[in-house]
């Protein structure tokens, strides 16, 4: 498969699905207008705006070299998975648990964390929160590696990666509460993203899935949610500046790789804990 038949196959369902999102962004702002606890802040609201313009622009600059990269590595091994509807649920799955681990990752190691921090920011938790996607996550990409070797078929690998995706977009509500417990056993829900969203000490670190909580109950990260999470960072940041929540960590990591004084301490510096 050429890049040009790549782009012609795949459907943008990300922009067929704007209009859906940006219905419920003004729906929960209008639900919880009057709801001091719940209501949009302004600032934190624009900065996520900003946050999700700038990954946006970034997105549509990449694209090209996201498909070449998935191209070149699926067309590193010699076997093709013929395409079936249980090939779906494969490419599905496949797709979730690599992006099980470049979550699980990012969360313990520092430069790893730096593509990702922008988006646990907030202090807040609803649906404009889900724009805040770090502006350097593409380097995330190498965690999906493995799918793009895994013989499926790219077409169908990139659309469940958009539709993975999308669905991550819902469960950042505090809108929605519990949901059935067959559900709630299988599918993350926003009850299970609010304690991965918790600063809360208990809520760090759990709940990394983004559509199949099953990895987080058969890794050992699964955590209920059994108290009112506290959401932002251990170490809030005082800006709402869009660049500044992009880039603070690697900042901070540039200063300490300059101070390391061998390769093992800039080793510590990379890819110890955040």
């Not at 996201?66 to 998975?81: K, N």
């Not at 050992?220 to 800006?239: A, H, I, R």
């Not at 709402?240 to 900042?251: G, I, K, Q, R, S």
């Amino acid at each position: 498969m050429d890049l040009q038949q790549l782009e012609r196959e795949l459907l943008p369902l990300t922009a067929y699905a704007a209009p859906v999102i940006f219905g419920s962004v003004l729906l929960e702002f209008w639900l919880t207008r009057h709801d001091e606890d719940h209501r949009y802040q302004r600032h934190d609201f624009w900065s996520s705006v900003g946050i999700g313009a700038g990954s946006l622009l970034i997105n549509g600059l990449l694209k090209t070299s996201v498909f070449g990269m998935a191209i070149f590595f699926s067309d590193l091994i010699p076997w093709r998975i013929e395409t079936h509807w249980w090939t779906w649920v494969l490419a599905y799955a496949v797709i979730d648990i690599c992006n099980y681990f470049a979550h699980f990752t990012a969360h313990k190691q520092r430069v790893w964390w730096a593509t990702h921090v922008t988006h646990h920011s907030s202090e807040h938790l609803n649906f404009s929160t889900a724009f805040r996607n770090s502006w350097t996550q593409h380097l995330k990409l190498i965690f999906f590696i493995p799918a793009w070797l895994s013989g499926l078929n790219l077409v169908v690998l990139l659309t469940c990666y958009q539709i993975n995706l999308l669905y991550q977009f819902w469960i950042h509500t505090e809108m929605i509460g519990k949901l059935p417990r067959w559900f709630e056993f299988f599918f993350v829900t926003p009850s299970h993203h609010r304690v991965h969203h918790g600063s809360n000490e208990r809520y760090i670190d759990k709940n990394f899935g983004s559509s199949l909580i099953i990895w987080d109950r058969l890794f050992g990260t699964f955590q209920e949610e059994d108290e009112k999470p506290v959401y932002g960072l251990t170490k809030p940041v005082e800006s709402f500046n869009p660049v500044y929540l992009n880039f603070h960590v690697w900042a901070d990591i540039w200063r300490d790789l300059r101070q390391a004084r061998s390769l093992r301490s800039a080793w510590t510096v990379l890819f110890g804990p955040p």
